[in-house]
Nanobody, 113 residues
Framework: QVQLVESGGGLVQSGGSLRLSCAAS????????MGWYRQAPGKQRESVAT???????NYADFVKGRFTISRDNAKNTVYLQMDSLKPEDTAVYYC???????WGQGTQVTVSS
């Protein structure tokens, strides 16, 4: 079965960095578009970044220049490097196989001011 397992979240001060990982299994990862989403308390889930099979990335305006999505097809893993973190980046971050109903369990990111 398809599994997406996120890791790398935690508590960081404003201006700090975190690197999230999403390990995929049970799916054709190398031909899958992947994405990172986030959901803050009381808010809807929103797209953060997406990456194509060839590595082309798209970002939400609110993370452009601060976050970088990447993938390693040999490791079936997609990453989200988050720099210059702000308190408003606090949320649960999820990875998703785009176009599917498969989601990870999420990893909490908390940015203190």
């Amino acid at each position: 079965q398809v599994q997406l397992v996120e890791s790398g979240g935690g508590l960081v001060q404003s201006g700090g960095s975190l690197r999230l990982s999403c390990a995929a299994s049970g799916m054709p990862f190398s031909v899958a578009f992947m994405g990172w989403y986030r959901q803050a308390p009381g808010k809807q889930r929103e797209s953060v970044a997406t990456i194509s099979t060839g590595g082309s990335a798209n970002y939400a305006d609110f993370v452009k220049g601060r976050f970088t999505i990447s993938r390693d097809n040999a490791k079936n893993t997609v990453y989200l490097q988050m720099d210059s973190l702000k308190p408003e980046d606090t949320a649960v971050y999820y990875c998703n196989w785009l176009g599917s109903h498969y989601w990870g369990q999420g990893t909490q990111v908390t940015v203190s001011s």
